[in-house]
């Protein structure tokens, strides 16, 4: 069973708007746990977009979608959400969801994650 599930990629012209799908199947992996969005574009490294603790507190961005992307949560169903406004070509790229092993120590850093969705694509034409 897939434990990380994202969906809602597609594609929209620049300045649209989207929102991306990450569903968790099991609480033990959700809850209070560290979880990230993150990106790669075809022939470039893969990038963090958003690093946040399911059990509340600050969320860090990546600079590039600062003040465009923002999470949002719905706990009783287990679900992550990456909304994108604003969009921009250089944000197409297959996104996946991730999140840390929930025995995890240390603070919640990309490097942190374990466990990984197959990811859903964006692209944004001009």
């Known amino acids: 069973v897939q434990q990380l599930q994202e969906s809602g990629g597609g594609s929209v012209q620049a300045g649209g708007s989207l929102t991306l799908t990450c569903t968790v199947s099991?609480?033990?992996?959700?809850?209070?746990?560290?979880m990230g969005w993150f990106r790669q574009a075809p022939g470039k490294e893969r990038e963090g977009v958003a690093v946040f603790y399911t059990g509340g507190g600050s969320t860090t961005y990546a600079d590039s979608v600062k003040g465009r992307f923002a999470i949002d949560q719905d706990n009783a169903k287990l679900t992550v959400y990456l909304q994108m406004s604003s969009l921009k070509p250089e944000d197409s790229a297959k996104y996946y969801c991730?999140?840390?092993?929930?025995?995890?120590?240390?603070?919640?850093?990309?490097?942190?994650?374990?466990?990984w969705g197959e990811g859903t694509l964006v692209t944004i034409s001009s």
């Open positions: 099991s609480p033990y992996t959700y809850t209070s746990n560290c």
């Open positions: 991730a999140a840390a092993h929930p025995r995890a120590a240390g603070s919640c850093a990309p490097e942190l994650m374990a466990i």
